[in-house]
């Protein structure tokens, strides 16, 4: 059959036409906001159906032996995960991104510095955090650094939580330096032109001209970036960093370990994450869409 | 004891917090080898599986059979909704209970047929490949139904213009993404860490838990293996990426 060759596929082009048309890809994988998608993809009234579901599940399995146990120990952990567990989540999630978008944005000012040595540095960090596992990088900052430091004699302790929101917010700084070089770059070049026309300084110039621009278009993969980064807390239940999962293992611990609690307790974190990130994940594919460059 | 070994024998014994034992203790070497070895093992087996898994999700994916279809968008949106620890927990714990059990090398032990790291390369490449599924099916999705017509014109079935004309388009456009994908997959094989995988993360915390002074030199040499590793991956992307790309597109 002819298809056997088929030219600028299995042997050498014959003409540098192109083969397709110019392609839009589509598909809620091509880009890393696929999170945000996901989340904000799902209606509002399927939301309000699943939780009018949820009671009635527990209600309906309270007649058959063991699961409305499971429940009643749920309901009696409930006070104890939100405000012990999750409140940590969320602290440690805040802390990270404010850490992350400072250490971020100024890394990512490095990575168009006209200063060589300088752009290849912060371009280098950037990479480091970027490509390392996050795992990898809790594990380094929470057995690497001190558990206590002293400043002139003043002992301060360092939780397990705060070294937490210091492992992850590196990779989250490579992040965010990646959104503020990509923001910068996607502002035409004739505007840096325009400026130079008008005898701005290059300091001037994305100051005043560009960053303002780039500002309202890095909000939304910034707020992708804090949804993952929620997400990823529960990572660091893995080095017994007190918080929502690992207090939900204690807890069925607690309770003798019986393996229908794990339904109940890990659905509530379930639910807790998604009350949580669903607001956000809708704003940020509003704002996206507000935000959009109109050509 | 070579002039190699004798160096950092001698740095361990100036600066105690450096002490390199992997690189003059024979047995912990192993360790850490052992751990790289299977770390390699994991990434690949996965890559491979879940590219497999992409092809033939994508591929199922355009089936007339409305069964096929509703059946590989299930998987797609429980795998790609749920975090891939939960995964892996879930495989090893849940499923891993109902595999049955052989008698071990010693001829004592009952071991399951399926190891942890079975286990960890099963559930991570239906992670990715559910990823990769979506990837492939948008890279399908660009080729022009022109394109497909005019091979149906010349007579080719289906079968053949999925794999002579739409699959070496598709892939084309799908590499880029294919690429995020893939490293990300490569930098989550250390979450077998939960399931007691022994990969490069595992063996690596059990040397630094046996021997705290080689705490420091060990991470630095899980930043620098895994940036390795995600380094060839991406580097290989490229030159593929380069190798098969459509005369006039792109720059």
């Not at chain 1, 104890?80 to 805040?94: A, C, K």
């Not at chain 1, 005043?208 to 993969?221: S, T």
């Not at chain 2, 059990?101 to 032990?109: A, L, M």
């Not at chain 2, 599924?133 to 005019?150: K, M, Q, W």
């Amino acid at each position: 059959m002819a298809s056997n060759n088929l030219p600028g596929i299995t042997g050498p082009a014959g003409t540098d036409l192109p083969v397709l048309k110019p392609y839009v890809l589509s598909g809620g994988t091509y880009d890393e906001m696929f999170l945000v998608r996901w989340l904000a993809s799902i209606p509002p009234q399927f939301i309000l159906l699943m939780l009018l579901a949820w009671p009635t599940l527990a209600l309906a399995q309270t007649a058959s032996h063991g699961m409305g146990d499971a429940f009643a120990a749920l309901w009696r952990w409930i006070p104890f995960l939100t405000f012990q567990g999750f409140v940590f989540n969320v602290v440690i999630s805040v802390f990270s991104m404010l850490i992350g978008t400072f250490a971020g944005a100024a890394l990512g000012l490095g990575q168009i510095s006209q200063n060589n040595w300088l752009r290849r540095l912060s371009w280098g960090v950037t990479q480091l955090f970027r490509n390392a596992p996050w795992l990898v990088i809790l594990f380094i900052v929470l057995l690497a650094f001190p558990f206590e430091i002293e400043i002139f004699g003043l002992v301060i302790p360092v939780p397990a939580w705060m070294k937490a929101v210091i492992g992850l917010s590196l990779p989250i700084m490579a992040n965010i330096s990646e959104i503020v070089r990509g923001a910068v770059m996607s502002v035409p070049s004739a505007q840096w032109e325009a400026a130079e026309a008008l005898s701005f300084s290059r300091t001037q110039t994305l100051w005043q001209i560009i960053l303002p621009q780039c500002f309202k278009r890095m909000i939304p993969p910034w707020m992708n970036w804090y949804a993952i980064l929620t997400m990823a807390t529960p990572l660091c239940s893995l080095l017994g960093v007190g918080e929502i999962i690992t207090f939900s293992r204690q807890a069925m611990e607690a309770e003798n370990n019986r393996p229908e609690l794990l339904v109940p307790f890990f659905g509530y974190a379930l639910v807790l994450f998604f009350a949580y990130c669903y607001p956000i994940a809708r704003i940020t594919i509003a704002l996206e869409k507000r935000f959009a460059v109109k050509l | 004891m070579t002039g190699f070994e004798a160096f950092f024998v001698q740095l361990a014994e100036d600066f105690p917090r450096w002490n390199f034992i992997w690189l003059y203790d024979e047995k912990q070497a192993g360790r850490i080898l052992s751990g790289l070895w299977m770390t390699v093992k994991l990434s690949f087996a996965c890559v491979l599986f879940s590219l497999v898994i992409g092809i033939a999700g994508a591929w199922l994916q355009g089936a007339r059979n409305r069964i096929l279809r509703a059946g590989v968008q299930g998987y797609i949106q429980f795998f790609r909704n749920t975090p891939p620890l939960v995964q892996l927990l879930f495989f090893y714990f849940a499923l891993g209970q109902f595999t049955p059990v052989v008698t071990g090398p010693d001829g004592w032990t009952e071991v399951p047929v399926i190891s942890a790291a079975g286990w960890a390369i099963i559930s991570l490449s239906f992670f990715a490949g559910a990823f990769n599924v979506e990837i492939f099916r948008a890279g399908i999705e660009a080729v022009p139904y022109s394109t497909r017509e005019a091979a149906e014109a010349l007579g080719m079935s289906r079968t053949q213009t999925f794999t002579n004309v739409v699959f070496p388009l598709a892939l084309r456009v799908s590499i880029p993404a294919l690429n995020n994908n893939l490293v990300n997959l490569v930098k989550t094989t250390t979450q077998a860490f939960a399931i007691a995988v022994p990969e490069l993360l595992y063996e690596s915390v059990s040397v630094w838990n046996d021997f705290p002074s080689a705490q420091n030199p060990t991470m630095l040499l899980l930043f620098v293996v895994y940036l390795g590793l995600v380094g060839v991956l991406v580097f290989g992307m490229n030159s593929w990426e380069r190798k098969m790309r459509i005369p006039g597109y792109g720059q």
